[in-house]
């Protein structure tokens, strides 16, 4: 993911935009890797999440292939040990 300054209006004029709290749930380990991923680029969670989210809108990729490598190795240090098809077969959990 290449770091980005706050989007523009093309005059270099920010546009103010209203964020909401949220309750979402995820899985844990996921929640980990996206932490460190969000630190490693030295933005917020829901920075990361709302750029995930936008390039995923725009069928763009969001990684480059060093934070790729980078999100491989953090995933082994918290047991993410699953992809995308995995994630269909999930049930959760009761704690």
Known sequence: MERHNDQTNGKDKKIKVERVQTGIRM??????????MAEYHDISLGVLLE???????ENQPVFNQESLEKIKAIKEV????????????????EN
């Open 51 to 57: 750029r995930i989210v936008l390039h995923a809108f």
């Open 27 to 36: 899985e844990k380990s996921m929640v980990k890797v996206l932490k460190a």
């Open 78 to 93: 918290y047991d993410m040990d699953y992809g995308l098809e995995t994630s269909r077969q999930w049930a959760d959990s």
